[in-house]
């Protein structure tokens, strides 16, 4: 199967399901490698590794490259036959005619236990310190089907981390990125690998490997 991956930072997950492919755990391939923010360190891995990348969605300040949601579905439907779109660190919402091409076939990632902590506006660092600020003793991330608004879709997967009371935000997201890097490539391999199952209520059940 071929994956398309969403980046608009470092990337650090892309970096963690790319290793997971190199090490045969992820049995798919990455066609492309498409952001918002074409000189983020997601893409310039992408480059040094040889995968293809798009500019998605066309940036603000114009400019020559860029492609609007027509486009991207065509590129990554045709020009890439893409079967399931990752996103990880992607910051934008998806429009709903992009969702509507992948059905129960793209995922993201959260840093906090939705539904808590999610929603618009709730990414990255503002997740953590909203979570230090709130007293909660855990916390972790989710991985989750995308629909069409921020971090609503079916949780598919989750790792819990502990919180302690003497925590800054910047401990918290160093423990809980720790375990994104591991439940986000067996989510994916899980997705690839055609062990979800759905329950009449839409919540997806992931089955182990073995
Ligand atoms: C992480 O907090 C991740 O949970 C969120 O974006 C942040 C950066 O991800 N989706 P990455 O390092 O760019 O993969």
Redesign the pocket.
Known sequence: PSLAVF??????????IHAAILEGKIKAEIAAVVSDVPS???VQYAQACGIPTLTYPIPKKGGSEGLNVEQIVEALKVKHSVDYVI?????KLIPSSLVAAYPRAML????GLLPSFGGKGM???R?HKAVVASGVRFTG?SVHFVDEEFDTGAILAQRVVPVYPTDTAKDV?AR??KQ?HVVYPEAVAALVDGRITWRDDGIPIMWSAH
């Open positions: 980046v608009s930072g470092s990337g650090s997950n892309f970096k963690a983020c360190g997601g996103l990880a660190g992607y910051l993201n990632i959260h840093p990414y990255g660092e997740v991330p997201a809980v990125l994104e």
